[in-house]
């Protein structure tokens, strides 16, 4: 035990105290050491997460326990094994790039056809991704509507309704016309209710919505347009609904239902209620914000120049 606490303080004034007492010295490479492990960690993550579900997660973890093994054998003395790990691990830069060839390439071949964005996660942005899951949304509308399968797809805006989720069965998936057909097939367990769509993820289905009094809707009108109309009563969400008797596709937006909509008709509605005007009012802030902070540095520099004048 003696030997392995005279290791262990060894290392602690060799390295860790030494490091700290060279950053007191030198507050500006602190700076550098915090960008240093921010970029390391950043790329860690991206690389398990790259990884991750794939056939070489395993291999990842041994690797890690191979790693973390050679490091402790030599901080505790372990000459034989720390040995043989070193061996290993001197060995292992090959075998690494022999596992993760498919993946360095498919980085590499991100990086060199310059889509930094998606190598470093960033997809498209929320406005053309909103537009693509509208199109499926419709596709699949349309396809429910053929068949005359009655479906209710709730499409949540800026008021979140975690709430209405939290009444169905979590799916958090992507947004897909097949996914959204087949929740919908009749005597299916998640058939009943509605799905609703939340940061472009189809985020629950089977969620219970609150109804509309019959007073705000026709009487021939089921109970899938009265929870339609209710949800966009109490929030801005929009919702769609397919007729299981007609066949016929409506949308409730604002307390208000929209019947028997065209596709194109229904396309063009969802685009102008969700992408057009809500990407565009956040735009204008942003530009208002911009123009009010532009106009306060030129106040400022015309009352300077003012009284250089002077």
């Not at 973390?68 to 901080?75: D, E, K, N």
């Not at 056809?113 to 199109?135: L, P, Q, S, V």
């Not at 909509?261 to 005007?277: A, F, M, Q």
């Not at 530009?287 to 002077?310: G, M, V």
Request: proline share 2%.
């Amino acid at each position: 035990m003696s030997k392995v606490s005279e290791a262990l303080n060894a290392f602690y004034e060799n390295n860790i105290l030494a490091y700290i007492n060279m950053y007191k010295e030198s507050p500006v490479k602190l700076v550098s050491l915090i960008i240093d492990i921010a970029l390391v960690l950043l790329l860690i993550y991206l690389f398990v997460r790259m990884v991750k579900g794939t056939r070489t997660w395993q291999l990842v973890k041994g690797i890690a326990f191979l790693i973390i093994g050679t490091w402790l054998s030599g901080i505790l003395g372990l000459n034989i094994l720390h040995y043989i790990l070193a061996a290993i691990m001197n060995w292992g830069v090959i075998l690494i790039i022999v596992i993760f060839q498919p993946e360095i390439r498919r980085a590499l071949e991100q990086i060199g056809t310059n889509k930094i964005t998606k190598f470093f996660g960033m997809e498209k942005d929320i406005a053309t991704r909103t537009k693509e899951d509208i199109y499926k949304i419709v596709i699949a509308a349309t396809e429910l509507a053929k068949t005359k399968t009655g479906a209710l797809i709730v499409i949540e805006r800026d008021i979140k309704i975690k709430d209405i989720i939290s009444t169905g069965v979590e799916i958090n998936g992507d947004v897909s016309p097949q996914v959204l057909v087949n929740i919908f097939v009749p005597n299916t367990p998640l058939h009943d209710g509605a799905v609703v769509i939340s940061e472009n993820k189809i985020a629950a289905a089977a969620c219970m919505l609150p109804l509309a009094s019959d007073t705000d809707i026709a009487k021939e009108l089921g109970t899938r347009h009265r929870a339609a109309i209710g949800i966009s009563k109490e929030s801005d969400a929009i919702a769609v609904v397919v007729s299981e008797e007609t066949g016929k596709i409506s949308v409730a937006k604002d307390g208000t239902l929209i019947a028997d909509v065209r596709e194109d008709v229904l396309k063009k509605i969802l685009i102008s209620n969700i992408v057009t005007k809500r990407f565009n009012e956040k735009e204008n802030v942003i530009n208002q914000r911009f123009s009010k902070i532009k106009n306060i540095f030129e106040k400022k520099n015309a009352n300077k120049n003012i009284l250089s004048d002077k």
